[in-house]
């Protein structure tokens, strides 16, 4: 029986991470690599992605950097003929497409009674549909038939714990993603192969070109009033760094978690445990 530290090791797997271009996604991606995976960055920023594969390949990494739009399946179908055509196989999916939009955010400026509907309708189907479902679909499509099985991971936030103040369209959303990733878990697993396993990660608060706005006030550079209740509320009183994501991702990722499926990992220093007193 294998206990040691190997049953981390991703040698020999093939991932893909869509959204691999962006802030997580591009943490998770240079994880995985340094884990032993090959990986493709798959994104509709191609230069941000192919400027990523040059710098994990300049480490000794094996990286793809493919177009894909995560609402349109002919594409995201042509990423995983690519991976499947150069490398064999799909065992691991990160869904990293997802975000808010400040259209969708109550403001001073905007009432809740104000947001327009297809500003709602945008945050859900970036998060839920290209941030998980359609992804999950076409590549899914390749992962059940793996005899080793494999891992899909969802990026949830902490808005699927416990919904935040301002971003109602988005807490929605990412509720719906916690949601589907155990709807998901237990559907492989019954219909198609129990070896094939999707969990999530609720990440706590990262800076991003997303939330900058919304944490740091550009004139002064400043934390706002929300960045400093986030971090007051963080008990290890500091913002996350995509870094943090990858010893969690590896895990998931790997046999060091082959019984584990359906469940949403907070990775938050803290920030879901503390009630604030
Ligand atoms: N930053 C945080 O604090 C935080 C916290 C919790 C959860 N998250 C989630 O983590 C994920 C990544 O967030 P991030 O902060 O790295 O955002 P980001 O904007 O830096 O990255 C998102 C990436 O997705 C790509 N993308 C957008 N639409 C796409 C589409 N239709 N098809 C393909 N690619 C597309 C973008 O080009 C970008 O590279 C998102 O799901 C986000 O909601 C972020």
Known sequence: MN????????TGKVAVVTGGAGVLGKGMAEGLASAGASVAIADVMLDKAQQLKQEIESQGGKALALYMDAFNKETIEECAQTIVKEWGKIDILVNGVGGNMKQATT??????????????????SLNLLGGAIIPSQVFGKYMVKNTEGGSIINIASMNAIRPLTRIPGYSAAKSAVANFTQWLAVHFAQEYNPKLRVNAIAPGFFLSEQNRYLLIDEKTGEPTPRGKTILAHTPMGRYGDPSDLIGTLIWLASDASKFVTGI?????????AFSGV
């Open 264 to 272: 949403i990992v907070p990775v938050d220093g803290g920030f879901s």
């Open 107 to 124: 403001s001073p400026e905007l009432s809740f009674f104000d947001i327009p509907a297809d500003a709602f309708q945008k945050v859900v």
């Open 3 to 10: 206990t040691g530290i190997s049953i981390f090791d991703l």
